[in-house]
C-alpha cells in the first residue's frame, strides 16, 4: 500500500534561514507526490507536485522538493524562510482507488513556526 | 474565477443528529472528492465522484453518503452523528478524476462541523 511518512511533526526555524521539512515515501510502484500547505483556518494550497517528469520540482513562494527514488524520499526545502510560511505542510501520495481512479492519502503534517 | 466554494462554513449539531454540507467545484471541474480532517491529524479521504457516479470510497461507514448533481455540485450527509465526527470537512474538485499523473486537487477552505 502507498503511504507517506513525514519525519518531523514541528520545525522551527528563524526568518532568512533555510527550511527543510522531511516526507519519505512507500509505493510499489513510480508515484505521484504532492506538497500542500494549510494556513490556520484556511484550506488547503497546492505548493508543488511531483509526476515523473523531473526530479527536482519547484513550486509556489520559493519552495521546491527533489524527488529521490534511491531513498524514498521527497523533501520540501527553501533557501530562506519568510513570516509568512509559517503553517501547516502535508506531504501527499496518490493511491489508487478503483481502476484508473486515485485518491489522495495525506502525511500527518510538519507545523512549521518562523521566528522573527 | 471563483475556487472552490463550501457551504456553511460552520456548523454546531447534537449527537444522532444529520447534517448536509455543500460544495461547489470550480467552473469546468467535474470531480469532487471529499476529505475529513480531525484536529491535529491530515485529511482523510471519504468519498470521490465524477459524472455524478461514485468512484471512490474510504473507509468510513454507512452514515456518510454523498451524491453529486447535474452542474457537479456535490452534497456530504453524515446521519447519527457521533462526537467523533466533530471535524474540518474539505472538498476538493478536478477536471476529471485524480489519475495519479497529472490532474491537481484544489481545495475549498472547508466546514467546520462541531458536534455537541
Known amino acids: 500500500a502507498q503511504s507517506v511518512t513525514q519525519l518531523d511533526s514541528h520545525v522551527s526555524v528563524s526568518e532568512g534561514t533555510p527550511v527543510l521539512l522531511r516526507c519519505n515515501y512507500s509505493s510499489s510502484y513510480s508515484p505521484s507526490l504532492f506538497w500542500y500547505v494549510q494556513h490556520p483556518n484556511k484550506g488547503l494550497q497546492l505548493l508543488l507536485k511531483y509526476t515523473s517528469a523531473a526530479t527536482l520540482v519547484k513550486g509556489i513562494n520559493g519552495f521546491e522538493a527533489e524527488f529521490k527514488k534511491s531513498e524514498t524520499s521527497f523533501h520540501l526545502t527553501k533557501p530562506s524562510a519568510h513570516m509568512s510560511d509559517a503553517a501547516e505542510y502535508f506531504c501527499v501520495v496518490s493511491v489508487s482507488t478503483r481502476g484508473s481512479n486515485y485518491k489522495l492519502t495525506f502525511g500527518k503534517g510538519t507545523l512549521l513556526t518562523v521566528n522573527p | 474565477d471563483a475556487g472552490v466554494t463550501q457551504s456553511p462554513t460552520h456548523l454546531i449539531k447534537t449527537r444522532g443528529q444529520h447534517v448536509t454540507l455543500r460544495c461547489s467545484p470550480i467552473s469546468g471541474h467535474k470531480s469532487v472528492s471529499w476529505y475529513q480532517q480531525v484536529l491535529g491529524q491530515g485529511p482523510q479521504f471519504i468519498f470521490q465522484?465524477?459524472?455524478?457516479?461514485?468512484?471512490g470510497r474510504g473507509n468510513f461507514p454507512d452514515r456518510f453518503s454523498a451524491r453529486q448533481f447535474p452542474n457537479y455540485s456535490s452534497e456530504l450527509n453524515v446521519n447519527a452523528l457521533l462526537l467523533g465526527d466533530s471535524a474540518l470537512y474539505l472538498c476538493a474538485s478536478s477536471f476529471r478524476p485524480q489519475t495519479g499523473l497529472t490532474d491537481t486537487q484544489y481545495f475549498g477552505p472547508g466546514t467546520r462541523l462541531t458536534v455537541l
Open positions: 465522484y465524477y459524472e455524478k457516479e461514485e468512484r
